[in-house]
């Protein structure tokens, strides 16, 4: 796949595997090297953009903390508004909550009650997409806020975990996918 100038292969490359964190067994995706890269983040934002162009969501609802990155530059790219899904216990209103699976362990993330009207248009953006779990709890929250989720967009997806299934009917975009 190109990507204006650039191939998968250079995203790819910004991205480093930490083994055995946070704990054994783990590989961690570090998007450091991504981030510093100005030509790297500016291409992943304008590619993630370029899906939404023409028909623009009313929010980019995205996912605590390493999805705040990406989520908040494509929000900006696309003028719409920005939706901070959050670990438990950091927003600072009345929200709504949702439990979910990890791959090693469990977790909890809110919403504000407020963060939307019934039936606008959001696109779910997280780095990540692995087993599905995490995505799954914000496409929930927002459901509990008559959203329309019109996509769900990862800066990686790591396919053997089959996470994307877990997310059917929201369709699901990943710029770079793991076998």
């Known amino acids: 796949m190109q990507l204006s100038g650039l191939n998968i292969e250079k995203l790819e490359a910004g991205i480093r595997d930490i083994i055995d964190f946070p704990q054994p067994g783990v590989i961690y995706k570090d998007i450091t090297p991504l981030l510093q890269d100005p ?63 990890l791959e090693y362990g469990s977790a909890s993330m809110q919403i504000h009650i407020d963060a939307l009207k019934p039936r606008e248009t959001v696109v779910v953006f997280d780095d990540i997409l692995a087993t599905g779990g995490t995505a799954a709890a914000a496409i929930r929250l927002l459901k509990k806020l008559d959203a329309e989720i019109v996509g769900t967009e990862f800066l990686m997806e790591l396919g053997f975990l089959n996470g994307r299934e877990q997310l059917q009917p929201v369709p699901v975009n990943s710029l770079i996918r793991i076998s």
């Open 39 to 101: 030509v790297l983040f500016a291409a992943v934002v304008d590619l993630l953009a370029d899906r939404y162009q023409s028909c623009p969501p009313d929010y980019i609802a995205a996912i605590d903390a390493r999805g705040f990155i990406f989520g908040g530059a494509l929000a900006y790219r696309l003028h719409c508004g920005f939706i901070p899904i959050r670990k438990s216990g950091k927003l600072p209103f009345h929200t709504h909550t949702e439990s979910y699976e």
